[in-house]
């Protein structure tokens, strides 16, 4: 399981990183190769001539999960139904189908059709659900805790607003987390939005100029934090989209090699609580809900008189909670197909998906 896992963080690796780019949780600060941003990138556009690591990746981490999980059950036979080394396994093919869903187009599974991405989000809510009865059964409360939550995140995504609150409000510890661990023992293993921005040598990306900026100066938010130099006062290249050099100020949410990632948590659950009530019509409600975190760091709460102001709120406020997460993009995808309203980054003429690549497109037979 331990390779399934390292499968998924190689692929949230890219796609946090890239995804923040051109969803500007972060800016390009110079770099256009290696561990930088491409011109493209830097415009919005993801191409499916960018070489395939974000799809490759993706594919490779839900084929070897679902792989595990067949594999598991083979070996095991009977004994697989209160297996906790399955329920992990399904848990990984759950947060793998999710991963895919939030940051690509289409979905293509094993060489087969092009099928719409919410193929994804079926087979995640699926892993997710024999997860709780596997970890049930096994009496591993945690591991039921984690598939439980993941599923409260796809059910929102598929717009199953009152399973999702139903599996939100079943993890009722906010401090409940689950993170996607890296390591430093290679460059691939390490954490790929810290080390992009590290001055080592690389300054590719810059909180300057996003909204995470101001918001971060005002507020003090510790979820948003970010940091500049004296002596190093700009990226590492001239950014042609930014008219030039531009301020590094690098984000320090991921302060090391090794920091991991979240891929669920109790406040996030508060969040998927939150957005059922405001599609409800349960303004007071949904703000009670989104502001419990910002009280409990003693931030200034939001307010809405009305649910414009409070999808305002809700969208800022995911975007703060989940920062560099790899998951800005099924945010801005889901709420621009339901047109919720309420401001948010503007991402015009940006791209909100990674497409199906060339090395895809040319090698399988059923897309030609």
């Known amino acids: 399981m331990n390779g399934t896992g390292r499968d998924l963080a190689e692929a949230l690796n890219y796609t946090a990183y890239t995804g923040g780019a051109v969803t500007k949780e972060v800016l390009p600060a110079g770099s256009t190769a290696a561990f930088g941003i491409s011109v493209r990138q830097q415009l919005g556009i993801l191409s499916n001539d960018d070489g395939g690591d974000w799809w490759n990746r993706a594919q490779r981490a839900r084929w070897t999960a679902e792989d595990g999980v067949r594999r598991i059950k083979a070996v095991l036979g009977t004994g697989a139904s209160n297996s906790a080394t399955l329920a992990q396994a399904l848990i990984w093919a759950g947060f793998s189908n999710r991963h895919l869903a939030e940051n690509f187009c289409d979905c293509v599974i094993d060489g087969g059709p092009k099928q719409a991405y919410t193929v994804y989000l079926d087979r995640a809510e699926a892993a997710f659900t024999e997860a709780i009865t596997v970890a049930t059964a096994a009496n591993n409360t945690s591991l039921r805790d984690i598939a439980t939550a993941g599923r409260a995140s796809v059910r929102l995504l598929k717009g199953n607003l009152s399973g999702a609150s139903t599996d939100a409000g079943a993890i009722t510890s906010n401090a409940f987390v689950y993170r996607m661990p890296f390591y430093v023992n290679t460059v691939d293993q390490y954490n790929r939005i810290y080390w992009a921005s590290a001055n080592q040598p690389y300054r590719a990306h810059t909180v300057w100029g996003t909204y995470y900026e101001n918001y971060r100066r005002t507020s003090r938010d510790p979820r948003v934090p970010y940091d500049s130099s004296l002596t190093v006062r700009f990226g590492d290249a001239a950014v042609t989209s930014l008219g030039g050099l531009v301020r590094w100020y690098y984000q320090t949410k991921y302060p090391l090699r090794e920091s991991s990632i979240n891929l669920v948590s109790g406040w996030e659950m508060r969040l998927i609580e939150a957005e059922a009530l405001l599609v409800g019509g349960d303004v007071a409600g949904a703000m009670a809900k989104l502001n419990a975190r910002r009280i409990a760091?003693?931030?200034?709460?939001?307010?809405?008189?009305?649910?414009?102001?409070?999808?305002?709120?809700?969208?800022?406020?995911?975007?703060?909670?989940?920062?560099?997460?790899?998951?800005?993009?099924?945010?801005?995808?889901?709420?621009?197909?339901?047109?919720?309203?309420?401001?948010?980054?503007?991402?015009t003429g940006r791209d909100l998906c990674f497409p199906i690549p060339l090395s895809e497109l040319e090698t399988n037979p059923n897309l030609r």
């Open 297 to 347: 760091l003693s931030l200034t709460p939001w307010t809405a008189s009305n649910a414009t102001e409070a999808w305002t709120a809700l969208k800022r406020e995911r975007g703060i909670e989940l920062w560099l997460e790899g998951r800005r993009m099924g945010d801005f995808r889901r709420w621009k197909a339901l047109n919720r309203p309420g401001d948010q980054e503007d991402m």
